[in-house]
C-alpha cells in the first residue's frame, strides 16, 4: 500500500488504497496475521530502537505491536485516510503522508525498517531502487524486514485489482548484496507470507 506504479496513465500515488482504505481497515483490524514474526524479528534490536514502517496503512496491527513492546515507529503510507487513522489513533508517533520513495525519512537512519505488504506493488526497477534507499537509512547493523513470494510470480490484489509483482528469493538476495544489505533469514507467517531478514553490512 502507499506505492505509485509509476505509469503514465497511473498517478495514484497511494496505488489504490486510498479508494478502498475503509474495506482495508475492516479487513486489517481484527487481523493478527504477521504480528508474531515481526515481534520476533523485532527482539534483538536494542529497548526503545527507532523502526521505520514503508506503508504502515493506519497503523494496526504491525505498528501497534511494535510501539507496544516499546519501540519508536515512523510510519510512512501515501493514502491520506489510512496516514489520517494512524494520526488519530497513535498521536505520539510520527506519520508522513508520501509515497516511500520520496518520504522524507529516508533523510535520516533507523535501527530497523520494515515493508510489510508493500514491496510487491512496486514495479521491479521501482523495487531494486526501494532497496537501495533503504540500506543507507540503516544505522550500522541495522535491520531490513520485507515481504514478498519467494518465487518469481504477478497476481492481482485482493482489494484493489491491481498487479503485484515479486521478483523472487534470488533477485531480491541479488539487489540486497548490491546494496550492501546481507540476507540472513526467511520466515513464513501465520497468513503464509513470505519474509526477507536482511542485515547491514
Not at 45 to 52: E, F, K, Q, W
Request: some cysteine; aromatic content about 8%; glycine content about 8%.
Amino acid at each position: 500500500m502507499g506505492i505509485p506504479t509509476q505509469t503514465t496513465t497511473d498517478r495514484d500515488p497511494s496505488n489504490g488504497y486510498e479508494a478502498v482504505a475503509s474495506e482495508f481497515v475492516e479487513r486489517r483490524d481484527p487481523s493478527s496475521i504477521g504480528v508474531a514474526t515481526v515481534r520476533t524479528w523485532a527482539q534483538s534490536l536494542r529497548p526503545g530502537a527507532s523502526i521505520l514502517d514503508l506503508g504502515c496503512g493506519h497503523g494496526v496491527p504491525i505498528s501497534m505491536a511494535l510501539m507496544n513492546d516499546g519501540f519508536t515507529i515512523h510510519g510512512v503510507d501515501a493514502s491520506p485516510s489510512l496516514a489520517a487513522a494512524f494520526r488519530r489513533q497513535f498521536p505520539h508517533a510520527q506519520i508522513a503522508c508520501e509515497t516511500v520513495e520520496d518520504s522524507r525519512f529516508f533523510g535520516r537512519t533507523f535501527d530497523g525498517i520494515i515493508s510489510v505488504g508493500l514491496m510487491f506493488l512496486l514495479p521491479a526497477d521501482a523495487q531494486r531502487r526501494l532497496i537501495h534507499k533503504v540500506a543507507p537509512a540503516l544505522n550500522p547493523g541495522g535491520k531490513f524486514l520485507f515481504t514478498s513470494p519467494a518465487l518469481p510470480c504477478t497476481w492481482k490484489d485482493v482489494l484493489t485489482g491491481r498487479e503485484s509483482l515479486s521478483l523472487g528469493r534470488d533477485e531480491y538476495r541479488a539487489i540486497l548484496s548490491t546494496a550492501g544489505l546481507t540476507l540472513i533469514a526467511e520466515y513464513v507467517d501465520d497468513g503464509q507470507n513470505h519474509y526477507y531478514d536482511a542485515h547491514k553490512t
